[in-house]
């Protein structure tokens, strides 16, 4: 990843972005996007995903309505549905909504599908939800955070949960772990333009230039976010270790099979990869 000038409209860049690597993603037979596992019917989470959905719906999915937001191919859309919630799926890439319908075809589920940005939801999806289910790499796209989070607070009905699982701060700043090089600030909101070669989940894809904008959103900065858009705050968590590496290639697998973060070396405390936040309307 290299730093590039920030383009005129992020939104824009971020589009074709998510429009490329959604058509790689689709195309995956391996890796974290291969279909395999979901086609033979498999609808586990992980389990940090598994236990903030049972602290945040304790008696199940079964008959909720959940909103997938920024779903990309709705991994977690068809396996919620699966468990008998009514999905929707919402994502700005009509790619990736292209591959969420075509995957849920092929396991035989049935899911809504909206094309919008998640800052802008159409009239009809507000206050519907009993669940707003957003993973791992959503927020960083998004230059107002408040936006972000009032949207979401509005598709809840009152007494709905957010579940946000998301990657931590810490562990959006380095562009490398070994050696140690820091590219991205923590917090502050603050859009940093890379041009990257491949995506998180196929390295070896070809996006053209790969142009791409995040923005660096601080743990206090979502509290806040989630407190000044009227919601609840039932549960911050902080995850030391992960099952699979979500940023692609940063991180070292342990012997216990656990995947973690010691920037002062081997033996020394690890640092946080995800955290999840869990928030009532
Ligand atoms: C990293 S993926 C989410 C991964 C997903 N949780 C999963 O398990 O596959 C991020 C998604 O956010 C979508 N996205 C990015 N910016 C958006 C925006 N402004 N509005 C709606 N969707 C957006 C992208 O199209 C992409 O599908």
Redesign the pocket.
Same mark, same amino acid.
């Given at each position: 990843m290299s730093a590039r000038p920030l383009p005129d409209d992020p939104?824009a860049t971020?589009l074709a972005w $998510?429009q490329a690597a959604?058509r790689a993603h689709r195309a995956a037979t391996a890796g974290y996007y291969d279909p395999a596992p979901l086609l033979a019917g498999h609808d586990r989470l992980t389990a940090h995903e598994e236990a903030a959905l049972a602290r945040a719906l304790p008696g199940g999915v079964q008959g909720r309505a959940v909103l997938h937001l920024?779903?990309?191919?709705a991994?977690?859309g068809i396996k919620l549905a699966r468990r008998g919630a009514a999905v929707t799926g919402l994502?700005?890439?009509s790619e990736?909504l292209a591959g969420a319908a075509d995957l849920a075809a092929r396991c035989g589920v049935r899911l809504e599908l909206v094309q919008a940005?998640?800052?802008a939801l159409p009239p009809a999806l507000r206050g519907r939800f009993d669940l707003v289910w957003a993973?791992?790499?959503?927020i960083t $796209?998004?230059r107002d955070l408040g936006a972000w989070m009032r949207a979401a607070a509005a598709a809840l009905r009152p007494g709905g949960r957010l579940v946000l699982h998301e990657l931590h701060p810490l562990f959006t700043m380095p562009a490398s772990t070994a050696p140690l090089v820091i590219d991205f600030p923590y917090l502050g909101g603050s859009g940093h333009a890379f041009a990257e070669a491949g995506t998180y989940a196929a390295p070896e894809a070809e996006l053209g230039e790969g142009l791409n904008v995040s923005f660096a959103h601080g743990l206090g900065e979502v509290v806040t976010a989630a407190v000044e858009a009227g919601l609840g705050v039932l549960r911050l968590e902080e995850h030391l270790e992960v099952d699979f590496d979500p940023r692609g290639d940063l991180l070292t697998r342990e012997a216990d099979g656990a995947y973690r973060w010691r920037p002062g070396g081997p033996g020394s405390p690890p640092v946080p990869l995800l955290f999840t936040l869990v928030a009532a309307r």
């Open positions: 939104t971020n $998510w959604a920024q779903c990309h191919l991994l977690d994502d700005f890439s990736a940005d998640a800052t993973t791992v790499g959503v $796209w998004h």
